[in-house]
């Protein structure tokens, strides 16, 4: 079989698509010889011949030899050089070249073919014994350090010690006898080290080199890069054999990196840097200060030191015509390598450029708009999960970070305030306009409140669907869950960390995106929703059969979620209403009645507080669809928990104390996520649910009487398992609308329908189907009924799983396909088959994840509902699922 392409003098063996094979380097270069750009001539050894040496012992295929003889004898012809030649000598590259790119990960040899005799030949030829001996000393080096195996050091300490022996600082100090020196210095350290000379013969350094950069596949840190980007190992690395051309041959050479954009903001101009008489690694390796590519650029950044435009304007012409080139030929944004060696051009590498969200932005909708690229696919350029990044403010990346601790990025973007220890403190420094970060333990439906008047919030407990996160999410409040080392102390009234101690009051930063807490404030950066963010927007909304709807109760939420696009409410959680100060009180006193008559009575309170709330929601949604969820939550959760909150909430509201407390303890249940809650409390209590129906038709029968649009209220019922729930909720739902509609004299559409939450409601969802014109997957519940995992606790353990490779991903962030997957399509299947027109949707966090997007187009569901802030990423992602 062929293990060796050729490529060089305008035409390759091989070309773009053969990446699997050649990788991403050597099918590019491939690529731009055949376009008749200048590549020095060179020849790839595939991928395949790694993965076979790694599957046969370490051994190379049994052809291999005699191709890369024949690769270099082309070189050979191509360049007029001749490998291991004293007088004209061909000197190569050797470089490494996955599928995926993994920058710095592998090893590179540069120089490969010097000796004691060719370096004379390359002194002859480019005139300048000082390149040459710097040139050999350089290659010995590197060599010597990836080859060989010895370190580095060695060589810095013995060039240092010539520099202090001849008193100076900087290399391009040392002469050409200097450099020979040094020369003379490397090889016998090595002899010293090794018990046997540095090799001098070009062809056992080639097989040295090719059997490092092999050897480099497995070395730690390829293995480490691998397995954060899953890379197969299997995929093995390609090597890379290039003539060497020479950036460092004087005034006239020069070696750089560009980018046909600005790969940070997307701007659409050449972006870039390089340095006169240099190689490549003196780019990287930061010694000199490189220059700007433009003169404009130059001028932006107020430096002295000449453009490339200016310095060598005529080969920055040629340039510039082969970088347009190249973006039009790849049809995006080029990360370019390239040197000039005595005022010729070569060009060394070039992919499409790693971007920042912003440029990934820009860059997508410029090109689709200078016509390089269509809408749609502008459309799957964008990383939709990345578009979080632009949704919030961020902390500016050139900041400094001073990092006390980290969590869980459990809600992103980034917020500056003072430290406060309770909801209500939050509330109060909030509403006199004070930034406050809200740290505690863990949060419960009491804190919303202080999570509303915080500009983010940080917990020591609970993972990525604990409450905190959830709602900090759906409020587009940053938050850090489950910083374990901080140590809260609300009575004294501070914090400690690491040795460190942060009073209340102190400010902090939170970063949600990355999961880090700082002390001190930080500089941001404002999001923009216009602009290329609408336009792409505007492009994925035509592309997708998906709709998207928000999980919002708030008015604020409302409207935000309608601001970023949000086609209805596809859950609103009612418990949310409950906390309310004006109504907490009321709430309690339902609660605390000893029968039906004192709750119904309590409720009459409640009714025109829950009816306001709708009139708001459904005029801010103005006709779109209102998905309402009854009641959910356990109702010891509306209880105050400690005896002193207690105390003050029978003296705030003339309860009795004794009787709040004996209430609490016998509402008290052991495993209350699968106790007295959802639907059972409509089933126990159907006064609450027809006070919540009331009051949904009520608010529904305001609206159209003030001539505004009648919205369309979905009534959800959580948590049903069985048919004959659903029947009996369904005839109260029913029953109650009916009753209002007639007393109000109105006609109203209305769906009445359910969560699917239960692995039996997914299996019966025929039975549900009967009575529920719509179902709703809340997957938080469905996959921690599914696995039997606790979506509060499971973050305990879910790392040790997710270590171990059992799961891959979190199923409470990303949904589990093949199970609970499977039980949605089971249900949408069976739900269809008795109610044809059955309305699917998704509301659990997975409804804004992007491979669960997918997964719900691919099933066919109708709509997702996500967090507001999680609604762009919900459609950019539905448009590509539908792609
Ligand atoms: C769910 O269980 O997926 C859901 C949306 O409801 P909640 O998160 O309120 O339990
Ligand atoms: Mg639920």
Same mark, same amino acid.
């Given at each position: ?208 080199? $090719?059997?490092?950069? &092999? ?7 390829? @293995?480490? /890069? =691998?397995? %954060?980007? !899953? *890379? ?82 005529? $080969?920055?012409?040629? &340039? ?7 973006? @039009?030929? /790849? =049809?995006? %944004?080029? !990360? *370019? ?82 430290? $406060? ?463």
């Amino acid at each position: 079989s062929r293990w060796v392409y050729s490529f060089g003098g305008g035409g390759a063996d091989g070309d773009a698509s053969m990446k699997n094979l050649l990788g991403g380097k050597g099918a590019n270069l491939a690529e731009m010889s055949s376009l008749g750009l200048p590549v020095p001539p060179g020849f790839t050894i595939t991928t395949e011949a790694c993965t076979h040496y790694y599957s046969n012992d370490k051994q190379y295929p049994a052809e291999l030899k005699e191709q890369v003889a024949v690769g270099l004898a082309t070189v050979e012809k191509l360049t007029g050089k001749t490998f291991g030649d004293t007088a004209n000598p061909l000197l190569v590259s050797v470089r490494s070249g996955a599928r995926a790119s993994m920058p710095g990960m592998m090893d590179t040899v540069l120089n490969l073919g010097l000796n004691d005799a060719t370096v004379e030949g390359l002194a002859k030829l480019s005139g300048d014994r000082r390149f040459a001996f710097d040139s050999y000393r350089r290659f010995i080096q590197m060599y010597s350090n990836v080859v060989l195996d010895l370190d580095h050091h060695m060589f810095e300490e013995i060039l240092d010690e010539h520099k202090e022996r001849l008193d100076v600082t900087v290399d391009t100090a040392l002469t050409a006898e200097d450099w020979e020196k040094v020369v003379a210095d490397y090889k016998a350290a090595v002899q010293q080290e090794l018990g046997q000379a540095f090799p001098q013969d070009p062809h056992a350094q080639l097989w040295g080199a $090719v059997g490092a950069v &092999f050897a480099s596949w497995m070395n730690d840190r390829a @293995k480490f /890069y =691998r397995r %954060m980007h !899953d *890379i197969p190992e299997s995929w093995g690395t390609a090597v890379n054999v290039q003539s060497m051309v020479f950036g460092n041959m004087g005034d006239s050479s020069a070696t750089g990196v560009a980018f046909t954009r600005n790969p940070s903001t997307g701007e659409a101009r050449l972006y870039g840097e390089f340095l006169i008489n240099a190689q490549g690694e003196d780019v990287v390796a930061g010694i000199r200060t490189p220059q700007a590519l433009t003169k404009i650029a130059r001028e932006e950044m107020g430096e002295k030191a000449p453009s490339m435009e200016e310095a060598l304007p005529e $080969v920055f012409t040629q &340039f510039k015509a082969v970088v347009d080139k190249l973006e @039009k030929h /790849y =049809r995006d %944004m080029q !990360d *370019i390598e390239f040197t000039v060696e005595q005022g010729r051009l070569y060009m060394l590498q070039t992919r499409n450029g790693k971007r920042t969200a912003k440029a990934a932005l820009k860059v997508a909708v410029d090109l689709a708009s200078e016509g390089l690229i269509t809408k749609e696919e502008a459309v799957m350029r964008v990383e939709p999960a990345s578009l979080d990044q632009l949704l919030h403010p961020t902390i500016d990346p050139a900041s400094p970070r001073d990092v006390i601790t980290t969590g869980l990025p459990a809600s992103p973007g980034a917020a500056t305030g003072k430290i $406060v220890f309770s909801s209500d403190e939050a509330e109060r420094l909030g509403s006199s306009g004070e930034a406050v970060i809200l740290v505690r333990d863990e949060t419960s439906p009491e804190d919303i409140h202080g999570m509303h008047a915080a500009r983010g919030i940080v917990t020591a407990r609970g993972g990525m669907t604990s409450h905190a996160a959830v709602v900090a999410r759906g409020m587009g409040r940053p938050c850090v869950s489950g910083a374990g080392e901080l140590q809260i102390d609300g009575k004294a009234g501070e914090l400690r960390v690491r040795g460190r101690t942060f009073k209340a009051g102190e400010i902090i930063t939170i970063d949600g995106s990355k999961g880090e807490i700082l002390a001190g404030t930080v500089k941001m950066i404002e999001p923009e929703l216009t602009g290329d963010f609408a336009t792409l927007m505007e492009w994925a909304d035509k592309t997708r059969r998906l709709k998207v709807r928000a999980n919002a109760e708030t008015p604020l939420d409302a409207r935000t979620a309608r601001q970023f696009g949000a086609e209805g409410i596809g859950l609103c959680r009612t418990e949310h209403m409950f906390f309310d100060e004006d109504r907490i009180a009321a709430v309690r006193e339902m609660i605390l009645a000893d029968d039906e008559a004192g709750r119904r009575a309590a409720l009459a309170k409640i009714l025109p507080m829950q009816r306001n709330d709708f009139v708001e929601l459904f005029t801010i949604m103005e006709g779109l669809p209102v998905t309402i969820r009854l009641l959910d939550p356990p109702l010891h959760e509306f209880l105050p928990h400690t005896e002193a909150d207690l105390q003050a909430v029978a003296e705030a509201t003339g309860l009795d104390a004794a009787k709040l407390m004996r209430r609490a303890k016998e509402l008290h249940e052991t495993n209350p996520m699968l106790g007295h809650r959802g639907c059972r409390l409509g089933v126990s209590y159907p006064e609450i649910y027809e006070m919540q129906v009331r009051a949904i038709f009520e608010a529904a029968c305001e609206i159209a009487e003030s001539g505004k649009t009648a919205p369309i209220p979905e009534i959800m019922h959580p948590l049903v398992a069985k048919g004959e729930e659903m029947r009996f909720l369904r005839q109260l739902t029913d029953k109650t609308a009916q009753a209002v509609l007639k007393e109000r004299g109105r006609t109203i559409d209305y769906q009445v329908g359910t969560m699917v939450e239960l692995p039996r409601a997914a299996i019966r969802a025929g039975d549900l189907a009967e009575n529920a014109e719509f179902f709703s997957f809340g997957t938080n519940d469905l996959t921690q009924t599914t696995f039997g995992i606790s979506r509060d606790d499971s973050g305990r353990f879910l790392g040790a799983y997710l270590e171990k490779g059992i799961f891959e991903k979190d199923p409470f962030v990303s949904l589990d396909q093949d199970g609970v997957g499977d039980l949605i399509r089971i249900a949408a299947e069976r739900g269809r088959a008795v109610r044809p027109n059955v309305k699917l949707g998704i509301c659990g966090e997975h409804g804004g994840d992007p491979a669960s997007i997918e997964f719900c187009e691919r099933v066919g569901l109708d709509y997702v509902s996500c967090s507001p802030f999680r609604v762009p990423i919900a459609r950019l992602a539905a448009a590509q699922a539908a792609v």
